[in-house]
């Protein structure tokens, strides 16, 4: 009875330890694709973000060149 219960033991064991790697592979790529989702996002932003910029800044030298022409004039 002590060794059916020894074999019992080891197969959850076993069956712990296999199950266990897997949830941790799975984690891992969860992380990966988390990380490069990320990454692909800010990389978006960043260049949304310097097409506002120079946007904003042409719409500021044509006010400034309006604005000296005007003052000339």
Do not use: P, R, Y
């Amino acid at each position: 009875m002590k060794k059916v219960i020894a074999l019992f033991a080891l197969a959850g064991l076993v069956l712990t330890t296999s199950c266990g790697k897997k949830e941790v592979e799975q984690t891992e790529e969860m992380i990966e694709t988390q990380i490069e989702e990320t990454e692909q996002v800010i990389e978006e932003s960043v260049e949304e973000l310097e097409e506002t910029v120079e946007d904003t800044v042409d719409s500021v030298e044509e006010t400034v060149e309006e604005v000296t022409e005007e003052i000339n004039g």
